[in-house]
């Protein structure tokens, strides 16, 4: 049997690409229907960023339970959904409980980034970021810009 030498400009570069991190429109495709309002990809990245600063003192809450469990006891903060979680009964009750409390809430468009920055091999589909001296700067950007949102249909 000999073998057959792979063509350079074969199939491999493609196989990278695939490997590799996906990018923000690549993202998009996998969206829910209620994924409404979405961040852009500039304020994805604020939020990732937020999360990676409150995951560090420990002010994040992480999981549809124990989200829902400090939503119901009154805590605040920004709620970041994920917005290719399936099925989307899981957490499609999150929005309705935070615009009875006034509280701000945003889709991005992958569970697996949002588990990343949370600093977990396991994709989260939704966390809340508690405001914190420490990173109060980028906290208090994050809820302007989520604040600024058009309101979901």
Known sequence: ???????????????????????????????????????SRRL???????IKKAV??????????????????????IMVLAGDTLPVEVYCHLPVMCEDRNLPYVYIPSKTDLGAAAGSKRPTCVI????????????????????ALPPPM
């Open 1 to 39: 049997m000999t073998k057959i030498k792979a063509d350079p400009d074969g199939p491999e570069p493609q196989a990278e690409a695939c490997l590799g991190e996906r990018t923000y429109h690549e993202l998009l495709v996998n969206l829910n229907p209620i994924a409404q309002p979405l961040a």
């Open 44 to 50: 994805t990245r604020k939020l990732y960023k937020c």
């Open 56 to 77: 560090k003192q420990k002010q994040i809450r992480r999981g549809v339970k124990e989200v829902q469990k400090f939503i119901n006891k009154g805590e605040k903060g």
């Open 128 to 147: 809340m970021v508690k405001p914190h001296e420490e990173y109060q700067e980028a906290y208090d950007e994050c809820l302007e810009e989520v604040q």
